[in-house]
């Protein structure tokens, strides 16, 4: 897959390129856009990479849209024609991992666009490409430059307030896919994927390269990766557990359907329509019991072997202590009024 | 109950009125002065409604305010008069439903200025009323006009941040109640009700029309519809499970001088002096032991059951893996220099 | 110790010092420069207190600094020559309880840049001493000044936001320390001790006399007075007890390359090395079985006389639902790529 986009960059007092606005991240240009674009990039068809653009080069990206009837690009063009700040050009292709500021943010923009699915695009290395920034209540300054700019806000009796410093800014400040609610958009970054009718509560928090299919009530946490399938919830301070860090190895998915109850966790992929309870976290190599809808046990296996099983319900028996899976009764419906999106 | 309010209305690029800010809403106004407010309204006595008012109009305010010694509504009308947005007057009923957005918004404020207790208003129908709308660094921004305006900050090298895409906006930006500290303010929708000396701190949420009777240390999460008593502590990651999504159908309430251990949860009631152990998450279904204070067997039923007994202590035995209920010998304090208020 | 800083204060409508900015907190000054910072603070030698400086008392102090051969400091008083806002000179003994605003917030600026560690400057009393503000989008206000300033914002059309009611503010408004990164710094307050090397995600949290002594990587929250050693991972939600509410009475303490699990905690200290499994609560008083590397039981006993074992897995069995600590085997290592800093 190809995509390119025009950006706004920011740059630093060492006027490095730190940071990326692409408002209209697209994929798959037809042949002759695409050899246009190239050609803007100054690069080999195919290749992936980025070229600041003067005012000539962004009427000749103009001309190239208008004559693929690429209209919206056309216009986006024609409004960048009065920025401030320097537009580039960017080409990326998914199967290469990102070289450069403006490609890495590219990528991340395709995911929170819906343009690419998690897991669809190289992105090795991406926290070496990336810069560590601080966020600020002024967009984003680089930490060397921060200390001075901090002091001369104070001076004039003004607060530079910094809300984040990391690699990745919050996805609401690039843009807001249709039908979602976000209700504390800190704990979004920019490359999560939302699926359209998603809403994430003030606990929830998704990462980039993960997120939903569709329709879920999010209110815990997505990790890297992480893919929830339509209908699923995820209760508060609910966990699926990550490979970046902690030791977790297990790819973990959510399938459709399912409930993770609130202060849970899941370190194994979940079939569809399970459910496991709130409080217990079903780590890969727990023993668990399985069960059969008697009752009777069935065998006593890793929680990892069950994990293809659809329609459980994971527990742990307040009586004796011992985690269960068993057939599931009830189903559980997300709440119409709760998802009526405006 | 009758409640009214004097406010500033925002209106999206298509000049529907998308919030409204309440200074000094207030209940149960002297008959007189009710009369006029509903003809101002062009209502008939007793009905909801608001209109927005123009100059003329408001001076009919001050004038009936002054009329009826309602001096603070003298002042904040006279403070209204050079308000560039539309000022608008809006009348609730506490019986019907909101049917607008300047009332759903004046029902949540009463909820926040203590005005109105949890359940005491008809908020039916409230998620359809109400838009979902970007709550940005420039104030609330309709998802329509979003993408343009965030392009043209953009273009100046200004960055529009959004930090919310939600119906309901964070509280602290209306009314900021007294007695209150609120470390993530968030993390509290308007229409918290939150008592005279409650801590929220960073971890704490509260939801709408729910909240805190009094003094309170809440690190947990207070979901729609839950009322927490007087000294109690919501350990850090508690959850008190809501019944809007995820299955939940009992309304879970937190007596007084309760203590809900951190990342712990209950799915039920809990009656006053109950604590219930770090860690241990009580559904309502759960089948528990109950113990005399010796340790005794009482019975052995369902968590549920035991929602009216008070000072009691629920654990999960740490040798055999059973969810316990004791009688309580200990007692917790809140620390006193931690809730001093200023 | 002695600490010293020029700092920019902020006053509320009633003229009191509600907060200060230190740009560069230092401490053990030389003697002679030390004599000259108590005189220009009308101070004995050796105690604590603040003084408003004119511009007379800054060339002074300028003067002095340039004596001193203290270069930076210095170059920070030329910087504050022009400031709008009232500088001072604060003098504070780690010894010493904070007796003003100012010397309060000089003790936190100490810990966050590093220059004081956890537990080595006396804070008693600090809750009375700090005010509780409103922290908004135009820096702290009052919390009495802050209603009329809401209504005059929104007059205009403007949102005076509310970020938080506290008396910590976050720290990452103040100083950001190197070799970081915070992924919410609203979740940070100014007294965290923050190590380089560390990456605070966003379910982290950092309470203020708090902190981690290098590398780490936190999703969890560090509560006041505790301390994580190098190369320790806490999880998504985990918990360490505090004991500044709640009822924990154990100071706790993790050590160094340890794992506490996602939605796991400890109301104890932990020894190096340790693993607590994910989603287990480990309070001090559990009765936990003690096993040797083949699994026969050594003891059982309290989970607290188990807090200086190193290298041990603390789990519930899943199929008694027993606490069991167990001999470690399998090695945690962090990410070397995630926690590659710029």
New interface residues.
Partial sequence: MIAFGLG?A?RNSALDIIET?F?LPAVNPGEDFARELSALCGLEPGNSGYRTLDAEGLESFHAAASQAFEHEQERTAA??R????PVLLCISRSQSPPTSVPEAFLKLHLLSHRLARPHEQNLD?I??VL??L?WT????VS?QD??GM??QA???????????????P?M?????PSG????????IRLGAYIGEGTTVM??G?INFNAGTEGQA?IEG?I?AGVMVGENS?L???S?T?GT????GTEIVSVGRNC?I?????I?MPLADGCIV?????L?AG????ELDAEGNLVR?CKALELSGLAHRLFR????????ECLPRK?H?A??E??H???
């Fill in positions: 706004i920011s606005f408002p409004r960048l009065d920025s401030d700040g290395g926290f070496s810069h560590n601080a209540s002024r967009g984003p930490l921060l200390p901090q002091l104070r001076k004039k009796g003004e607060t530079l307030s910094v809300h984040s410093v990391d690699k990745f919050k609401s400040d690039y843009v807001v979602v609610r976000l209700a504390d958009s800190a704990r003030h606990e928090f009530m946490r990790s919830d209760g508060g301070s966990s557990m970046l860090s902690g030791g409930l109850g609130a202060n849970a966790g370190g309870e709130a409080g217990l976290y780590t727990a023993v668990v019991r006593t742990r028996n307040s009586l004796t202590g011992a985690i009830a559980v997300l709440n009024e709760l009526a999106h405006n």
